[in-house]
C-alpha cells in the first residue's frame, strides 16, 4: 500500500460505514443513523477534526469502554413555554443534541424564541450541524457546550476550560447560509488530532507548557493535555498582547451557560477521567433557536443578510490575497468539491476504518486501501 496516495470515500458509503460501526457497537438504528449524519456533515463541510476521524477514539472506544451509553433515555427535568432543561443520562450526544435542538425550534415556532440546555451528555460533534437544522427551518441557531480541561485562563499555563466553541448560524438568500462554527482556543484538541495523524508540527501559540513556553510536538501536546501538564492558549494567544483575554472570557461565557443554567459539571469535573480510571464525561450543551418571523419577514433578513456578506467580500483586499471569504463559505466550497471527489482518508485514517471493519465484520465493504 503506498501511503502517499490519497484515498477518498464518497459521501454515502462513508455514512453508511459509520451508521453500521453505530448499530454493531449497540446504538439503536434510528439513533445510529443521526449519529452518523453528524459526523458526515463535519466530513461534507472539509472540518476533519470532527467526522470519521473521530468515529473509534472518541465514540466507538468510549462504549466499548461502558464510559457512553448506547442506548439514549433523555429524560426531561424542567419545561416552560420557551425553555427546557434536560437530562442526557450519558447518551450519544449526537442524538441529545438534536433533539434539544428540534425542542428549541418548536417552541421558537410557537412563541417567537426557544431555549434548551442539557446535561450529563457527551461530545456532540459538529456544533454547526444544529445551528444548520434552524437554517434550513428559517430560524436562527445559537448552540455552544462545555468539554474536558483544554484552554488555560490567561497568565495561567493549567488546563481549566473546555475548547467551549460558540456556534451561530443565520439564512441568507445565498447558496450557504452563514455558520461560524469555532472553538473558543487558538486551536482545538481535533486539530492537533489532525497534525498527529499527518505528522506535522504545531505552530508556536496553539500550546502552551507549565513553563509558559510554547509546544509544538503535537503527539506529545496530547498525552500532556490529559496529564494536565499543557494547555491550550484562548483566542488571541498567550497574555493580552494580542487579546487572550477576550476568548478566555467567552470560554468561560460558554462554560457558565452549559454547567451554571442546568446544575452540571465543569471544569476539571469534565476530563472523564476518576481515581485514573475512565468515567462519562457528563459535558452540558445549550441551544437557542429565534424565529426571524417574529421579528421581520424571513425573505427581507434573508436578503440584507446576504448583502452584508457580498458586501465584506467585495471589500478591499490586502496585498496578495486573492479572496475574502465569510464564515461558512469555505466549508459550501469544500462540500462542492467533495461531493465531487469523496472525502479524504489518510493513513491512520485508513488503519481504524480497517480496524474496525475486522473487528466488527463488517465484510460488505470493500475499500481500495485495504
Same mark, same amino acid.
Given at each position: 500500500?503506498?501511503?502517499?496516495?490519497?484515498?477518498?470515500?464518497?459521501?454515502?458509503?462513508?455514512?453508511?460505514?459509520?451508521?453500521?460501526? +453505530?448499530?454493531?457497537?449497540?446504538?439503536?438504528?434510528?439513533?445510529?443513523?443521526?449519529?452518523?449524519?453528524?459526523?458526515?456533515?463535519?466530513?461534507?463541510?472539509?472540518?476533519?477534526?470532527?467526522?470519521?476521524?473521530?468515529?473509534?477514539?472518541?465514540?466507538?472506544?468510549?462504549?466499548?469502554?461502558?464510559?457512553?451509553?448506547?442506548?439514549?433515555?433523555?429524560?426531561?427535568?424542567?419545561?416552560?413555554?420557551?425553555?427546557?432543561?434536560?437530562?442526557?443520562?450519558?447518551?450519544?450526544?449526537?442524538?441529545?443534541?438534536?433533539?434539544?435542538?428540534?425542542?428549541?425550534?418548536?417552541?421558537?415556532?410557537?412563541?417567537?424564541?426557544?431555549?434548551?440546555?442539557?446535561?450529563?451528555?457527551?461530545?456532540?460533534?459538529?456544533?454547526?450541524?444544529?445551528?444548520?437544522?434552524?437554517?434550513?427551518?428559517?430560524?436562527?441557531?445559537?448552540?455552544?457546550?462545555?468539554?474536558?480541561?483544554?484552554?488555560?485562563?490567561?497568565?495561567?499555563?493549567?488546563?481549566?476550560?473546555?475548547?467551549?466553541?460558540?456556534?451561530?448560524?443565520?439564512?441568507?438568500?445565498?447558496?450557504?447560509?452563514?455558520? +461560524?462554527?469555532?472553538?473558543?482556543?487558538?486551536?482545538?484538541?481535533?486539530?492537533?488530532?489532525?497534525?498527529?495523524?499527518?505528522?506535522?508540527?504545531?505552530?508556536?501559540?496553539?500550546?502552551?507548557?507549565?513553563?509558559?513556553?510554547?509546544?509544538?510536538?503535537?503527539?506529545?501536546?496530547?498525552?500532556?493535555?490529559?496529564?494536565?501538564?499543557?494547555?491550550?492558549?484562548?483566542?488571541?494567544?498567550?497574555?493580552?498582547?494580542?487579546?487572550?483575554?477576550?476568548?478566555?472570557? +467567552?470560554?468561560?461565557?460558554?462554560?457558565?451557560?452549559?454547567?451554571?443554567?442546568?446544575?452540571?459539571?465543569?471544569?476539571?469535573?469534565?476530563?472523564?477521567?476518576?481515581?485514573?480510571?475512565?468515567?462519562?464525561?457528563?459535558?452540558?450543551?445549550?441551544?437557542?433557536?429565534?424565529?426571524?418571523?417574529?421579528?421581520?419577514?424571513?425573505?427581507?433578513?434573508?436578503?440584507?443578510?446576504?448583502?452584508?456578506?457580498?458586501?465584506?467580500?467585495?471589500?478591499?483586499?490586502?496585498?496578495?490575497?486573492?479572496?475574502?471569504?465569510?464564515?461558512?463559505?469555505?466549508?459550501?466550497?469544500?462540500?462542492?468539491?467533495?461531493?465531487?471527489?469523496?472525502?479524504?482518508?489518510?493513513?491512520?485514517?485508513?488503519?481504524?476504518?480497517?480496524?474496525?471493519?475486522?473487528?466488527?465484520?463488517?465484510?460488505?465493504?470493500?475499500?481500495?486501501?485495504?
Amino acid at each position: 500500500m503506498e501511503s502517499s496516495k490519497e484515498y477518498r470515500i464518497d459521501f454515502e458509503t462513508l455514512e453508511q460505514f459509520m451508521f453500521d460501526v +453505530f448499530v454493531k457497537v449497540g446504538v439503536p438504528e434510528e439513533d445510529a443513523r443521526i449519529c452518523a449524519e453528524v459526523l458526515i456533515e463535519s466530513d461534507k463541510r472539509g472540518i476533519d477534526s470532527h467526522g470519521i476521524g473521530r468515529l473509534k477514539p472518541v465514540y466507538v472506544d468510549s462504549i466499548i469502554d461502558g464510559v457512553i451509553d448506547p442506548v439514549t433515555k433523555i429524560k426531561v427535568v424542567k419545561e416552560g413555554p420557551t425553555t427546557a432543561v434536560i437530562d442526557g443520562q450519558n447518551g450519544m450526544g449526537q442524538v441529545i443534541g438534536k433533539r434539544a435542538m428540534e425542542m428549541a425550534m418548536d417552541k421558537a415556532a410557537k412563541y417567537g424564541m426557544g431555549m434548551v440546555a442539557v446535561r450529563n451528555s457527551n461530545h456532540y460533534g459538529i456544533a454547526g450541524y444544529y445551528v444548520l437544522m434552524a437554517c434550513k427551518r428559517g430560524m436562527i441557531g445559537i448552540t455552544g457546550t462545555n468539554a474536558r480541561p483544554s484552554i488555560a485562563p490567561t497568565f495561567g499555563v493549567e488546563n481549566m476550560l473546555g475548547t467551549n466553541p460558540l456556534t451561530f448560524g443565520m439564512p441568507t438568500d445565498e447558496e450557504f447560509p452563514f455558520v +461560524f462554527d469555532a472553538a473558543t482556543s487558538v486551536a482545538q484538541r481535533g486539530k492537533i488530532e489532525v497534525y498527529d495523524r499527518l505528522g506535522k508540527e504545531l505552530p508556536e501559540g496553539w500550546v502552551i507548557g507549565e513553563d509558559g513556553k510554547p509546544k509544538t510536538d503535537p503527539g506529545q501536546v496530547l498525552k500532556d493535555l490529559v496529564a494536565g501538564t499543557a494547555a491550550l492558549t484562548p483566542l488571541g494567544g498567550i497574555g493580552e498582547e494580542m487579546a487572550g483575554y477576550k476568548g478566555y472570557g +467567552f470560554a468561560t461565557v460558554v462554560e457558565l451557560l452549559s454547567a451554571a443554567l442546568q446544575g452540571g459539571k465543569y471544569l476539571k469535573a469534565l476530563s472523564g477521567l476518576e481515581n485514573g480510571k475512565k468515567v462519562p464525561r457528563s459535558l452540558g450543551h445549550f441551544f437557542i433557536a429565534i424565529d426571524i418571523e417574529a421579528f421581520t419577514e424571513l425573505e427581507a433578513f434573508k436578503k440584507t443578510a446576504g448583502d452584508i456578506l457580498r458586501a465584506l467580500r467585495a471589500s478591499k483586499r490586502a496585498p496578495g490575497e486573492d479572496r475574502i471569504y465569510t464564515a461558512g463559505e469555505k466549508e459550501y466550497l469544500a462540500y462542492l468539491e467533495r461531493r465531487e471527489k469523496g472525502v479524504p482518508i489518510d493513513e491512520s485514517l485508513r488503519k481504524d476504518i480497517i480496524q474496525l471493519k475486522k473487528t466488527l465484520n463488517l465484510d460488505q465493504y470493500h475499500f481500495d486501501f485495504e
